[in-house]
T-cell receptor
């Protein structure tokens, strides 16, 4: 089954404690990206990747890091989380940037 | 600066009638537009897309219209069904120069039985 898998689904953490949200896709897609969803702001792109070792900033990259060492995986790293990073996060992949994107189930992150 | 805007946060429609969801954009260089549907506790799912060289694309009950001169696109759902109740996001892809994806803020559609 074609899917994008994110883990964990829910996470509560404390300010400053480094965390990683994993994302994996099984469709051999080139393009992967991370989004955060906040009330009234819709989905905002954090980072995207065109292929292995090729990443670039989206609209809200501050406080986040990503890596793309393998085609299927695109982890999101918060080196020092802060309460304003409390949000619902989605990973997505697509064959090309302008084609149908497949989204993961989401990760609800709370930073206290 | 919101480059893709969905000015109606919510919309209610009677079952069987037409639902029209609107989206405005500011950048005339946008190359591709897509619509996604999102149910609570799930990730968005792709609905339909349209290239900037077209003005209409149809897929079953869903039709997207693009008016480039007005920088406006709309999603028509006919007939609307209760299962269509969800949040709908439009998204734009700039094409050349950048590979960013820009989403609107979403419209919550409620189809009343």
């Amino acid at each position: 089954e074609a899917q994008v898998t994110q883990n964990p689904r829910y996470l509560i953490t404390v300010t400053g404690k480094k965390l990683t949200v994993t994302c994996s896709q099984n469709m051999n897609h080139e393009y992967m990206s991370w989004y955060r969803q906040d009330p009234g702001l819709g989905l905002r792109q954090i980072y995207y990747s065109m292929n292995v070792e090729v990443t670039d900033k989206g609209d809200v990259p501050e406080g986040y890091k990503v890596s793309r060492k393998e085609k299927r995986n695109f982890p999101l790293i918060l080196e020092s989380p802060s309460p304003n990073q409390t949000s619902l996060y989605f990973c997505a992949s697509s064959k090309q940037p302008n084609t149908e994107a497949f989204f993961g189930q989401g990760t609800r992150l709370t930073v206290v | 600066d919101q480059q893709v805007k969905q000015n109606s946060p919510s919309l209610s429609v009677q079952e069987g009638r037409i639902s029209i969801l609107n989206c405005d954009y500011t950048n005339s260089m946008f190359d591709y537009f897509l619509w996604y549907k999102k149910y609570p506790a799930e990730g968005p799912t792709f609905l339909i897309s349209i290239s900037s060289i077209k003005d209409k694309n149809e897929d079953g009950r869903f039709t997207v219209f693009l008016n480039k001169s007005a920088k406006h696109l709309s999603l028509h759902i006919v007939p609307s069904q209760p299962g269509d109740s969800a949040v709908y996001f439009c998204a734009a892809f700039p094409g050349s120069g950048t590979y960013k994806y820009i989403f609107g803020t979403g419209t919550r559609l409620k189809v009343l039985a």
